[in-house]
């Protein structure tokens, strides 16, 4: 198992080595032997020294690999000579074609709720969010921005056949995975069918797709209506597919229900490969400071093994990818996890070694 690791910059290169660490031990655990680890180096520390963003045969060397782990990348300190961010890991997602963006959003025992309501502990749910058309990557990675005249700018909505078949398809087998592991395992299409071709088009090829899927719950909803629902009623969602900005802008309300930055996982899954990181960036405010909360890594590292797992036909990854998960439940739960993020007085080394120590006593 060869796994890219691309640690980048500020709090990525600690939260990466988190989740690297926690990696080993659960292997180890499970009985599976050491992953290959290859490090490439990008980001924008890294393109100061250089002027390159990525090693010269980075790109090369992440396709060969079984799965990419990123920590962050990129610092508003330094940037392009046109103002533009460092950002070499948009171009692995172009060029892998990394279409579905995962981002579960959990609620974990003792860790901060926004929702008065007692239902907010059973918040689980899977923002599955499109990454590479839709509205916004297709302007903002292909500066496809439209300049009309000195007065007037257009973006673009686009919606393919070919993304948005394997979009819906791949979230319908999430649903029924998550249906097998005894959640609700519903399904909902959250588009704005109602205003846009593009997003009726988008429903049109849901509707096509489920046919294969009859055993799947569906349901859908406006977009607008979805933010409204996030805030009244999470726990009635299990899966969201939706397009790229209004994944991007969901996942972060619903990232905001339950606690903070430091708990979002995210995977970017493409036919080929998948990319797996923590939704935050490289947090310059705390970098160095071990005040990290190493946990959204962590759980992106258990995102990474399932996906392994049914890559490589190898079910003790996913043992391992529970393993994780557990122990990230059992240590809020028994209160041995306290991220400084959450007032707490755990920083990023304390927090790993609370999850590598659970895992290595877990029976
Ligand atoms: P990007 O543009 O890469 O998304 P950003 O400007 O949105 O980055 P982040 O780096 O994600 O910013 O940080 C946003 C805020 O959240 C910062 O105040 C940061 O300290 C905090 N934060 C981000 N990640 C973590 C973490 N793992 N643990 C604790 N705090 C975090
Ligand atoms: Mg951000």
């Known amino acids: 198992m060869k796994i890219a690791l691309i640690r980048g910059d500020g709090i990525g290169i600690d939260v990466a080595d988190a989740a690297m660490a926690v990696l080993e031990a659960t292997l180890q655990k499970t009985g599976q032997p050491k992953p290959e680890l290859d490090e490439i180096h990008a980001g924008a520390a890294y393109f100061q020294e250089t002027g390159q963003d990525i090693e010269a045969d980075g790109e090369e060397r992440a396709e060969a690999a079984d799965a990419i782990f990123l920590g962050a990348i990129g610092l508003p300190s330094i940037r392009h000579a046109d103002g533009t961010e460092i950002s070499p890991h948009l171009r692995l997602r172009d060029r892998f074609g990394l279409y579905a963006g995962v981002r579960p959003v959990k609620a974990y025992p003792n860790a901060p709720q926004r929702l008065a309501d007692p239902r907010a502990a059973e918040i689980d749910l899977i923002i599955l969010r499109e990454s590479t058309e839709g509205l916004f990557y297709s302007a903002a990675a292909h500066k496809r921005s439209l300049v009309v005249n000195d007065d007037e700018v257009q973006d673009i909505l686009r919606i393919t056949r070919k993304t948005t078949t394997k979009l819906h398809r ?30 009726a088009f988008f429903r049109q090829i849901f509707d096509e797709v489920k046919t294969d899927y009859p055993d799947v719950l569906i349901g859908y909803n406006y977009v607008d209506a979805q933010a409204l629902d996030l805030v009244r009623k999470p726990w009635d969602f299990d899966v969201l597919v939706t397009e790229n ?26 036919d080929h490969t998948g990319l797996f990181q ?10 160095g400071q071990d005040k990290a909360n190493p946990l959204a890594a962590i759980l ?26 557990q122990a990230v439940d059992d240590g809020f739960r028994n209160n041995r996890l306290r991220p400084i993020e959450f007032g707490g007085d755990m920083g990023t080394r304390a927090i790993t070694k609370a999850i590598t120590d659970t895992v290595s006593e877990s029976r």
């Open 170 to 199: 791949f979230a319908f087998d999430l649903a029924r995975k998550r249906q097998n592991k005894g959640f609700q395992g519903r399904l909902t299409c959250v588009d704005k069918a109602n205003v846009f071709t593009s997003l």
């Open 245 to 270: 900005m209004f994944g991007d802008i969901l996942s972060d309300l619903a990232g905001g229900l339950v606690g903070g930055m430091g708990m979002a996982a995210c995977a970017e899954i493409g």
């Open 278 to 287: 923590p939704a935050h960036g490289s947090a310059p405010d705390i970098m």
């Open 300 to 325: 992106s590292g258990a995102l990474m093994l399932d996906y392994l797992a049914e890559k490589l036909g190898n079910p003790h990854l996913s043992d391992a990818a529970d393993l994780i998960n």
